[in-house]
T-cell receptor, first 116, second 109 residues
């Protein structure tokens, strides 16, 4: 049983460059979430998908951010024209859609982005 | 989302029980209480959840006050591997998790 996989684990980029992260969820999970975590803070929700449909986006997700889940399996998160404030850990989680508020999310180890 | 309040940090000794408190005075009748923890350099990990009754699993126990305005996560015998940030989260749906700052637990050998 493989868990949630995120690649790359670390990314260093220069300000103004575009970056893309990938998340592979647990295979039978139809929900996929993206969160962002800055140093010393708890994770903050960015967006989530049910299958290939993007159902909710946070106000944190500026127009430089785009997320896709084209076939309802893996997802990508792209940040265009990166800024130093984008430096953070980007976490992906997956879950089943069932269970209501008892539902459990399973997290990957995250991608740490450093913008120089 | 209903708000939770946790101490910023706690310290305990190895092999002793640890009680991590969480206040949620504005909890609604349909909110479940979830606990996640985040070990260093890892993503959050589910620990336990409950609604009204106390709950036990292989990782921990969850004690819920009768009025549901507070709860306590109990680690029965802490190990060094339990050093983490513990988050108490209220959920009324299967959607996003809303994390606070959590409690940073330090375990002394």
């Amino acid at each position: 049983d493989t868990g949630v996989s995120q690649n790359p684990r670390h990314k260093i980029t220069k300000r103004g460059q575009n970056v893309t992260f990938r998340c592979d969820p647990i295979s039978e999970h139809n929900r996929l979430y993206w969160y962002r975590q800055t140093l010393g803070q708890g994770p903050e929700f960015l967006t989530y998908f049910q299958n290939e449909a993007q159902l909710e986006k946070s106000r944190l997700l500026s127009d430089r951010f785009s997320a896709e889940r084209p076939k309802g399996s893996f997802s990508t998160l792209e940040i265009q024209r990166t800024e130093q404030g984008d430096s953070a850990m980007y976490l992906c989680a997956s879950s089943l859609a069932t269970g209501g508020p008892k539902n459990i999310q399973y997290f990957g180890a995250g991608t740490r982005l450093s913008v120089l | 989302d209903a708000k939770t309040t946790q101490p910023n940090s706690m310290e305990s000794n190895e092999e002793e029980p640890v009680h991590l408190p969480c206040n949620h005075s504005t909890i609604s009748g349909t909110d479940y209480i979830h606990w996640y923890r985040q070990l260093p350099s890892q993503g959050p990990e589910y620990v336990i959840h409950g609604l009204t009754s106390n709950v036990n699993n292989r990782m921990a126990s969850l004690a819920i006050a009768e009025d549901r305005k507070s709860s306590t996560l109990i680690l029965h015998r802490a190990t060094l591997r339990d050093a983490a940030v513990y988050y108490c989260i209220l959920r009324d749906s299967a959607q996003k998790l809303v994390f606070g700052q959590g409690t940073r637990l330090t375990i002394n050998p």
